[in-house]
């Protein structure tokens, strides 16, 4: 049971990696000329990493860590083509497609 629910963390934890690397870009690079943005964003960095830890506590850390990057960095480009118009080509999405499967294998092979 306690492995589920720290699968669940990481997950949420992946997820909130997402909404702070959006938040580095609305913010303008955590600017002061942008405090709300900026705060959530150093919300999101603080909470990510708080789950991410919580997590590790029942997982193997190099499993989570990797599958933490893993939701963060194909999150974060998707992200990107659809909210900042970043290019959406066949070897971008070839590239997130090659990161979602080996975040895939590490949880079937956990």
């Given at each position: ?33 942008r405090p709300g943005t900026t705060a959530l964003t150093v919300a999101a960095m603080a909470a990510s990493v708080i789950l991410l830890g919580l997590a590790a506590r029942h997982l193997p850390i190099g499993t ?47």
């Open positions: 049971m306690a492995q589920a629910w720290s699968w669940l963390l990481l997950v949420l934890a992946g997820l909130l990696e997402i909404g702070w690397a959006v938040g580095l870009k609305l913010s303008q690079g955590l600017s002061l000329a989570a860590y990797a599958v933490w990057v893993g939701i963060g960095a194909a999150g974060t480009a998707i992200a990107g083509m659809m909210l900042f118009d970043e290019p959406a080509t066949l070897a971008r999405i070839g590239a997130i497609a090659t990161i979602v499967i080996g975040v895939a294998a590490l949880k079937l092979l956990s």
